[in-house]
């Protein structure tokens, strides 16, 4: 079975324009969150979604949006990029019914700089 | 923000020795779990311990949970080569977010 796919694995913006990174959860896999993480530093939750639906939001601005697809997949929205906003972005996917409360199986992730 | 604190930073041991790993958290919890990172396979998980747990094993890991200290240890026996990685431990909180400590680096040494 193929694990967590993330797309593109790299990407540059500029300060100001918007992004969209693409997860695709392991199959069967109904639960998708979101993170995070700064070089050096542990993931940061952003967001959870289970079911199409919003389960749990991290402490992110607006500009941060997110949502799950009929078929489970995800998108990560974020606007008005910062410079701060560059980091390693990292999907996962659970199969617990509960979401986060069960191993989280993670995807290559997605290196962002913004310029 | 984190909740987690891993200790120490940094361990760097000879190959064959145990390497030992602690974690500290400031809520209650439902579980604590341990994950790996390194440049090759990614973020990991290791293993979960619920909060109603006292040890678990697997395979070379060993994990131990005291709630009443709020704190965990990842012990890693007869360490290899390929267990170099960052280690982290992630708590998850009443409100179901998964929050993550800043990591172990371990290097280990041939």
């Known amino acids: 079975d193929a694990g967590v796919t993330q797309s593109p694995t790299h990407l540059i913006k500029t300060r100001g324009q918007h992004v969209t990174l693409r997860c695709s959860p392991i199959s069967g896999h109904k639960s998708v969150s979101w993170y995070q993480q700064v070089l050096g530093q542990g993931p940061q939750f952003i967001f959870q979604?289970?079911?199409?639906?919003?389960?749990g939001r991290g402490n992110f601005p607006d500009r941060f949006s997110a949502r799950q697809f009929p078929n489970y997949s995800s998108e990560l929205n974020v606007n008005a990029l910062l410079l701060g906003d560059s980091a390693l972005y990292l999907c996962a996917s659970s199969l617990q019914t509960t979401g986060l409360l069960g191993e989280q199986y993670f995807g290559p992730g997605t290196r962002l700089t913004v310029t | 923000s984190q909740q987690g604190e891993e200790d120490p930073q940094a361990l760097s041991i000879q190959e064959g020795e145990n390497a030992t790993m602690n974690c500290s958290y400031k809520t209650s919890i439902n579980n604590l779990q341990w994950y790996r990172q390194n440049s090759g396979r990614g973020l990991v998980h290791l293993i979960l311990?619920?909060?109603n747990e006292r040890e678990k094993h697997s395979g070379r890991l060993r994990v131990t949970l005291d709630t009443s200290k709020k704190s965990s240890s990842l012990l890693i026996t007869a360490s290899r080569a390929a267990d170099t990685a960052s280690y982290f431990c992630a708590t998850v909180d009443s409100n179901y977010q998964l929050i993550w400590g800043a990591g172990t680096k371990l290097i280990i040494k041939p």
């Open positions: 311990i619920r909060s």
């Open positions: 979604y289970y079911e199409k639906e919003e389960r």
